[in-house]
């Protein structure tokens, strides 16, 4: 067994997920005394940086290298992102406020869960650039946790007044 020490951006630092080519994703405290989501590649971290605001927070990576996560907006709003080859990108909302970015496939598609205008909270699938809500989940208090390379979606949902449910959406 080898252990890595996978370094920081100044203290702290906390990994969330690891792809196949060993590249790792996470969190650190940095500087600036704010959480900043990072990759860590190859014995070299690099700080993903923020859509503006303070914070960002690494959920998940893929084959590919892409991570997705959320970060604060210079609005102080908290949005889901997409980072790939050293640019990250605003997934946008479904109309609301907040989104919350947790994973990819292999294809770059992105699940999570964004408010609406309303400010109900829908699980939504991030495909080519379009943010939609998870088919079928529209009526419910729903959160998408993971996807899978052929597109399968599991989460959970709540009417109202009622326990979270899993569920699995192809």
Same mark, same amino acid.
């Given at each position: 067994? /080898? ?6 951006? +100044? ?18 405290? +940095? !500087? ?13 971290? /690099?700080?993903?940086? /923020? ?54 496939? #292999? ?27 998870? !088919? ?26 009622? #326990? ?7």
């Amino acid at each position: 067994y /080898t252990v890595i020490n996978l370094g920081s951006l +100044g203290s702290d630092t906390e990994p969330t997920a690891i792809n196949n080519a060993g590249q790792v994703v996470g969190n650190s405290f +940095g !500087p600036e005394a704010a959480w900043h989501a990072f990759i860590w590649t190859d014995g070299a971290m /690099t700080d993903l940086g /923020t859509l503006g605001g303070p914070t960002s927070l690494a959920s998940d990576i893929n084959a590919s290298g892409q991570v997705v996560g959320e970060s604060t907006t210079a609005s102080s709003q908290l949005h889901g992102f997409i980072w790939e080859n050293g640019v990250i990108r605003n997934l946008g909302t479904l109309g609301g406020t907040t989104t919350r970015a947790w994973g990819i496939n #292999r294809w770059g598609e992105v699940v999570g869960q964004s408010t609406t205008q309303t400010g109900s909270i829908r699980a939504f699938i991030w495909r080519n650039g379009d943010m939609t809500r998870v !088919p079928g989940m529209e009526s419910f208090y729903a959160r998408a946790w993971d996807i899978n390379n052929a597109g399968i979606i599991v989460g959970d949902f709540r009417r109202a007044g009622s #326990r979270a449910h899993a569920f699995r959406w192809k």
